[in-house]
């Protein structure tokens, strides 16, 4: 089994930044070469791919939120982070972190084998 916490959400401004991280735990081997990433829920709207990332640093974005967003891990530390630049309102979410066995999981299929609680984020014009 696979953990997943993040943190790091809040209310911001349009135009800012704000990073979150999430914190996976388990059995080392089971998270190292996992993929790790972001997904999003806006109130009334689906669930929308935000960024992967897996062990080796390859990484893969939503159409819409490429030069904005950027994921990276902390293989280390088990952690993954998302890099959130230039906010608009429009990404007021929940940001859930997610890891799967496989690259495809996330980067195809877009779903996930486990994921984290959510965390929210609110951004006002």
């Known amino acids: 089994q696979v953990q997943l916490v993040e943190s790091g959400g809040g209310a911001v401004q349009a135009g800012d930044s704000l990073r979150l991280s999430c914190a996976a735990s388990?059995?080392?081997?089971?998270?190292?070469?996992?993929?790790m990433g972001w997904f999003r829920q806006a109130p009334g709207k689906e669930r929308e791919f935000v960024g992967v990332?897996?062990?080796?640093?390859?990484?893969k974005y939503g159409d819409s939120l490429k030069g904005r967003f950027a994921v990276a891990r902390d293989n280390a530390k088990n952690m993954v982070y998302l890099q959130m630049n230039s906010l608009k309102p429009e990404d007021t979410a929940v940001y859930y972190c997610a890891a799967a066995n496989s690259w495809e999981t996330i980067a195809v299929a877009q779903s996930a084998d486990y994921w984290g609680q959510g965390t929210q984020v609110t951004v006002s014009s």
């Open positions: 990332c897996d062990y080796q640093g390859r990484t």
């Open positions: 388990g059995r080392a081997y089971s998270t190292y070469s996992m993929a």
